[in-house]
């Protein structure tokens, strides 16, 4: 990987900087080195882990790999610059900057690029099965529904946040791939009969039932004398 090649690069010049403190360039020069390079891994470290990222989003066909050019064209012109000895404050802070512009512009992209796709997924889940499933699953996938449209809203995107995603909508998807797809007037009544407080028998019709029968809710409905 391009910048793989830079981090090395920065290595082996604080490598080549201990080397100096202890001969007759001066710990000066050394310790001016020592800190540049500290500054450009930093810097380096981050861009990788943009570019890791990058990398996983493609893996999910959320978004194209990323494009490196620009670092390679940065890399090239440090190495040139640092063949016939330390790079001055100036050649470590362009090199930085390249790479702190690398960094934010794969993140910029990766946050987009997720924020579209994990949309997508989302929108195309069978949510309006959730009402009825079983209690216990219900409140389940509820759960899994709110985990995942926070993680669609992200803003520090890591690695971590796509598996948790991408398991977390696997379990939801299980829950409801065999699931029918309840009519309008089912969702109306139990959005009733979940409100608080519980609508009495009186309130229930008789076609209501047969509505609860019908999609075997019946089986999930408890019913309670007031006052018992």
């Known amino acids: 990987m391009t910048n793989v090649s830079v981090y090395d690069k920065a290595m082996q010049l604080q490598n080549r900087a201990r080397q100096i403190a202890a001969g007759a360039v001066g710990e000066k020069e050394a310790a001016r080195v020592l800190g540049r390079s500290r500054e450009l891994r930093a810097g380096l ?46 050649v470590f802070n362009t090199a930085r900057k390249k790479v702190q512009e690398a960094a934010s512009k794969l993140k910029a992209e990766s946050g987009a690029a997720w924020a579209a796709w994990a949309t997508e997924q989302v929108a195309a889940l069978p949510l309006a099965r959730i009402p009825i499933l079983p209690r216990g699953e219900r409140e389940a996938a509820r759960t899994r529904e709110k985990d995942l449209r926070q993680a669609v809203a992200t803003k520090n995107l890591s690695k971590a946040d796509l598996t948790l995603f991408t398991g977390t909508y696997a379990l939801l998807a299980e829950s409801l791939h065999d699931k029918s797809d309840p009519p309008g007037e089912l969702l109306d009544l139990l959005d009733v009969l979940e409100k608080r407080p519980s609508p009495t028998l009186r309130d229930i019709t008789d076609s209501d039932i047969a509505l609860l029968r019908r999609f075997e809710m019946d089986i999930h409905i408890t019913m309670q004398r007031s006052g018992a």
Do not use: C, M, W, Y
Not at 75 to 89: H, M, Q
């Open 45 to 90: 470290a981050e861009l990788r882990t943009q570019v890791e990222l990058s990398h996983a989003l493609a893996a999910l066909g959320a978004a194209h790999q990323p494009d490196l050019s620009g670092i390679d064209a940065a890399r090239s012109a440090f190495e040139r610059k640092a063949l016939n000895g330390l790079p001055s404050d100036a």
